[in-house]
């Protein structure tokens, strides 16, 4: 079982004093959709970010695929196969949407051809084809979005870690993105933990939910669990409409 | 006519020469986001190199690629010695620790060899002139035009087509994020100082050809040249600093050509006037590059 999950088990993160996460565990499946939601600094992007290495961790260790990769830099954890999007999209702007692509397989060690191959078949997938050749500062924020994702892809990662792909998407988008990432996980054999705002998104494509607030997890379970949970309705609604 | 292709060749062979120094200060600025002040002293070690070698009776080929091996070593101790240590902590730091190392190689060359300027063994070819359409123009001149054609076009490939040109480009572009791919950052950082110093002493050759003597000093002009063309070519931009490079050829020769003899030693502070003159007007240089350009 170990050899197919993230796992984080209690897990804190504190920036001076203050305690972004307070002793969290959650753990995604590889073939599992997993959403992460909460409101506003509930912790959900900490929570990413302690994943990747890029903060250090007050308690708790992070496991993929039974390798630690709690201490490890964000270089190593990348090549134990774990990508990541950005809530603020980081494209190289100087570069072709081709070479954005490439440069992740290439990072991970493929040679010149099989990255350029890996790439081109990434940007069909997520209809790029045609802006190929355009430098990612050109793009519109949804291209961007979908360059992104394709980059974090072109690692073939096990685990492919979200952070709200669907923000500045119109809803058309929205729907075909919704479709794209569905089908990832059987399709790639990879487990995908999603932070988005857009509930519609989240309630359809994830298998588990996982609720944050303030820090802490106040529910985890399937969607239908997640939404009538007295302790979420108060996160996002406030104390008093619970029982409205 | 003749003076139209002695116009010419002059802007370009002394064109090629600064953008092949531009190129190799601008590799390590758009990775770092910091300039190599000993990157002139990498031309100093190539033409030391040339000096110290010369009695060995080596053929002049191997003697030269031997100085531009010596200049590679150096780029990549730069590296190791000046910017590594210090790099995560402070750009003041760097700054310093770049202008220490550059007063260090001079001083040591100095101290070992000698203030005194000393002969670089040239091959024949490089003193002979050549008629070309009725202007007679040294034989090197055209080398230089033919050696920065080769390199800037191999560098234009190894940027654009090889793994290891796409990963420095992406560390250039954002360094964190290349990191965060994979990439592995150190490996890249002293492959560009290899690459820098590849350049530095390739132009090293060609420059002290043109005067045929080593000085401790030596570097200072390339590194000042370097400077300026990618100040006016766009700091974060390769084509930019050979834009540079040979925008700075062009005002240098056409003022060559028409300034009055007694001006001409002010030659410079007209240089520096256009300079200025072309940053009022494009403050961020000719070619932007990459916007993000946050030092990370």
Redesign the interface.
């Given at each position: 079982m170990s050899e197919t999950r993230l796992a984080v088990a209690d897990v804190s993160v504190e920036f001076t004093g203050l305690r972004a996460l307070d002793h969290v565990s959650l753990s995604v499946d590889t073939g599992e959709v997993v959403g992460l939601i909460g409101p506003n600094g509930s912790g959900k992007t900490t929570l990413v970010n302690a994943i990747t290495g890029q903060v250090k961790l007050a308690t708790g260790t992070i496991t993929a695929a039974g390798v630690t990769l709690s201490g490890l830099s964000p270089r190593a954890i990348a090549l134990q196969g774990v990508s990541r999007s950005f809530q603020i999209v980081r494209l190289f702007n100087a570069m072709t949407v081709l070479e954005n692509v490439e440069a992740a397989a290439l990072a991970k060690g493929a040679g010149r051809a099989a990255a350029r191959e890996r790439a081109e078949a990434l940007l069909d997938e997520f209809g790029l084809a045609s802006k190929a050749d355009e430098l990612g500062d050109s793009l519109s924020y949804g291209d961007k979005r979908r360059v992104e994702i394709a980059r974090a892809l072109a690692a073939e990662p096990k685990f492919l870690l979200l952070d709200e792909p669907a923000a500045g998407m119109n809803d058309a988008e929205t729907e075909t993105l919704l479709h794209t990432l569905a089908a990832l996980p059987e399709k790639r054999g990879l487990g995908l933990l999603i932070i988005d705002h857009d509930m519609g998104l989240i309630m359809r494509l994830c298998h588990r939910l996982h609720v944050l607030a303030s820090g802490r997890t106040i529910a985890q379970g399937t969607a239908a669990h997640v939404r009538a949970h007295p302790a979420v309705i108060e996160a996002y609604l406030g104390k008093g409409t619970a029982h409205a | 006519m003749a003076f139209t292709i002695q116009f010419i060749i002059d802007v370009l062979s002394l064109g090629g020469a600064y953008a092949l120094m531009a190129l190799g200060l601008v590799i390590i600025y758009g990775i770092l986001r910091l300039v190599n002040f000993a990157y002139g002293e990498l031309i100093m070690v190539a033409g030391y190199t040339m000096y110290l070698s010369s009695g060995s009776g080596l053929p002049w080929i191997v003697m030269a690629s031997l100085a531009v091996a010596m200049a590679v070593v150096f780029g990549i101790f730069t590296d190791y010695a000046a910017f590594r240590p210090v790099r995560a902590k402070s750009v003041t730091a760097v700054l310093i620790t770049s202008f220490a190392f550059s007063n260090l190689l001079q001083n040591a060359a100095l101290l070992f060899i000698s203030p005194r300027p000393r002969n670089v063994p040239l091959p024949p070819i490089f003193s002979q002139t050549v008629e070309i359409g009725g202007a007679i123009t040294p034989v090197r001149n055209l080398i230089t035009i033919a050696a920065s054609i080769v390199l800037l076009a191999a560098v234009a490939y190894l940027m654009r087509?090889?793994?290891l040109g796409?990963?420095m480009?992406?560390a250039?572009?954002?360094f964190t994020?290349?990191?965060?791919?994979?990439?592995?950052?150190n490996l890249i950082i002293s492959s560009a100082f290899a690459l820098s110093g590849f350049l530095a002493g390739v132009v090293g050759i060609l420059w002290i050809g043109r005067i045929g003597t080593v000085v401790p000093g030596v570097g200072l002009e390339p590194l000042l040249v370097a400077f300026i063309a990618t100040v006016i070519g766009g700091m974060r931009s390769l084509p930019g600093a050979v834009v540079g490079g040979f925008l700075l050829a062009l005002i240098d020769t056409t003022l060559n050509y028409t300034l009055p003899q007694d001006l001409l030693k002010f030659r410079d502070a007209f240089t520096f006037t256009l300079v200025i003159l072309i940053l009022l007007w494009r403050p961020a240089g000719l070619i932007k590059?990459?916007?993000?350009g946050q030092r990370t």
């Open positions: - | 087509k090889t793994t796409i990963a480009r992406a250039a572009t954002n994020m290349a990191r965060m791919l994979g990439v592995p950052a590059g990459p916007a993000s």
